[in-house]
């Protein structure tokens, strides 16, 4: 009977070296894309990815899958615009199906405040060329037919933003789509390796301790999202960075009744339904610092509550899942992109809830600066200097629920 089976190994298992060219730390969807964007497209292939779970085991596999480009600056927009194109054809690229669908963003609006900032938010992603588009309540209808535009009775729907491009991607199938890639061009990505120290001589980067011993490396890179900090640390380095916590949870598979992502500026809520029929459901980070990844009864009440109110189809919806991702939040709301004042040691951190939607560029921008030396101009604005010399880019308006 054992001829039937077939197994096929994913990921190759390599030794750990005593060194590497470049070790990236964290084995999440950002650290993968680097990792291949190095070795697909600058033929950097001495690179060790070390994550000390497994693959997806951090934000990467915690996250809500949304793809988008609205944002609310000159600077974030075209790099998002960017992400989200290279998103199109990444199935292509990687050879691996990341199950692209596009369905559309919808984004509600209950007040004339928040109306007046997705209005100016429209304004400039016209300008750089991102189709979004302001309607009126009887038009939201004709997008989602579900949406209750009294919002219970308690906060009417005045309008909202329409992102038609928006969509969602199957968040393990792109880490592993990133992940057998980069191994494809000779990248070893190693799972159940954990970083427990950052080596600095002569006020440089050299180097990482970690649970299979100590490794040399010419250039380290932090790809650990919620932990960025503390790795941060290690290598003296700190970032004005608070890991908080983002929830979300799934019901019982459902009857199809909602195509793309519903969500509310005002409520702080958001839905969607996922190819298997789960209605998954989120909410805005909570307010406080904390490393834990235990969701909790509270939210799924409160977000229970807020869902039923924008849409009263999933009143008799059953919650069956829920868990908590952390984020590396920014005082900006903004990444962290680029070299530390550590030489030898770069940060793709402060990512929050959107690291996901930026996976494609990020990397591939961060591979650019770690093979030339040059920063590529769609990460400039968000070098880790930006803090102490005054020139944030503050986007916590587009970035509070998803």
């Known amino acids: 009977m054992s001829g039937l089976f077939r197994t096929r ?17 964290g084995g999440g969807v950002n650290g993968l894309s680097l990792a291949f964007h190095l070795a697909r497209y600058h033929g950097i292939r001495d ?28 600077e974030t927009v075209p790099l998002y615009k960017a992400s989200l194109e290279r998103y199109r054809t990444l199935s292509q690229e990687l050879d691996f199906n990341v199950q692209l669908s596009t369905q559309g963003n919808l984004d509600l609006c209950h007040t004339q405040d928040s109306l007046q900032v997705e209005r100016e938010k429209v304004l400039i992603h016209r300008e750089y060329g991102v189709e979004t588009e302001i309607l009126s309540p009887e038009q939201i209808l004709e997008v989602c037919p579900r949406v209750d535009l009294s919002a219970g ?11 038609p491009p928006g969509a969602f991607a199957r968040h393990d199938s792109v880490v592993w789509a990133y992940a057998i ?47 960025s900090s503390e790795l941060a640390a290690m290598a003296g380095v700190r970032l004005p960075i608070v890991t908080m916590s983002l ?30 029929g789960e209605i998954l459901i989120g909410a805005e980070v909570l307010p406080y610092s904390t490393y834990s990844t235990r969701s909790t009864f509270g939210f799924l009440c409160e977000a229970s509550k807020r869902a039923v109110q924008l849409l ?19 005082p ?27 996976a494609p560029v990020f990397g591939q921008t961060m591979a650019e600066l770690l093979a030339t030396g040059r920063t590529p101009e ?6 880790p200097t930006r803090f102490r010399e005054d020139r944030m880019v503050p986007d916590a308006a587009s970035a509070g629920t998803h």
């Open 247 to 276: 929830q979300a949870f799934v019901t019982e598979p459902y009857r199809h009744v909602l195509d793309g992502l519903v969500s509310s500026m005002d409520l702080y809520v958001y839905a969607s339904q996922t190819p298997r």
């Open 378 to 383: 769609l990460i400039r604005p968000f070098a």
């Open 181 to 227: 890639a980069a191994q494809r061009h000779g990248v070893h990505v190693h799972e159940g390796v954990g970083v427990t120290g950052v080596e600095v001589g002569d006020g440089r980067c050299v180097g990482v301790r970690t649970t299979a011993g100590p490794i040399s490396a010419g250039r380290v890179v932090s790809a650990v999202a919620g932990w």
């Open 153 to 163: 009775g308690e906060l009417p729907v005045l309008g909202a933003t329409y992102h």
């Open 312 to 330: 009263p189809v999933l009143a008799n919806a059953r919650a069956m899942r829920q868990w908590a991702g952390l984020c590396d939040m920014t």
């Open 47 to 74: 690179v060790a990815v070390l994550e000390r779970a497994y693959l997806g085991f951090g934000a990467s596999g915690r996250n809500t899958q949304v793809i988008r480009a609205t944002y609310n600056t000159p």
């Open 9 to 25: 190994e994913l990921l190759k298992r390599h030794d750990v070296k005593r060194g590497y060219d470049v070790v990236i730390v």
């Open 332 to 358: 900006d709301s903004s990444p962290i992109l680029g070299g530390s004042e550590v030489p030898g040691f770069f940060l793709m951190s402060g990512m929050g809830t959107w690291g996901f939607k930026g």
